[in-house]
């Protein structure tokens, strides 16, 4: 018999991820040379556990919509998304423009193969969410 899980324990667990996310997203942008100073949490979403989308001013005063979760951690200014729902179809087809110049490089091997695909996948699985209206409608 399976133990069921209740709400609150679900809240922690949701919690837990975003805040590792954040953590993620942080890290990703220091290994860039960006060094965030902070989060706009309202202007931030979130679909746990498959994507986190944070719209983050670094401590020069840039900003950044950075995307992490179970999809490569990357990042693009501000100015290529008016909102969270747009910085993923921006992702998406940035993603799908990185997987053609992979493919396109000439001599591909198996680890950039599989990388290409991936980006693929995930902006196929990206557009995906920023077509569903419901995720969008009301604040998470």
């Known amino acids: 018999m399976s133990e069921q899980i209740t709400p609150e324990q679900q809240a922690q667990v949701n919690s837990?991820?975003?805040r590792s996310q954040f953590q993620k997203a942080n890290?990703?942008?220091?290994?860039?040379?960006?060094?965030?100073?902070?989060?706009?949490?309202?202007e931030s979403r979130y679909l746990t556990p498959l994507m986190a989308v944070w719209k983050i001013t670094a401590q020069d005063r840039k900003q950044y919509w950075v995307i992490s979760g179970d999809l490569p951690t990357d990042h693009l200014p501000l100015s290529a998304a008016k909102d969270a729902r747009e910085a993923v179809r921006a992702f998406s087809l940035?993603?799908?423009?990185?997987?053609?110049?992979?493919?396109?490089?000439?001599?591909?091997?198996?680890?950039?193969?599989?990388?290409?695909?991936?980006?693929?996948?995930?902006?196929?699985g990206l557009y995906d969410l920023f077509e569903k209206e419901e995720l969008w409608n009301s604040s998470n």
């Open 27 to 42: 890290q990703y942008l220091a290994e860039k040379g960006i060094l965030p100073d902070n989060v706009a949490v309202s």
């Open 16 to 18: 837990e991820w975003v």
């Open 94 to 124: 940035n993603w799908q423009m990185k997987a053609e110049q992979v493919m396109n490089s000439g001599s591909i091997d198996k680890t950039k193969a599989d990388f290409a695909n991936l980006l693929v996948n995930r902006a196929h």
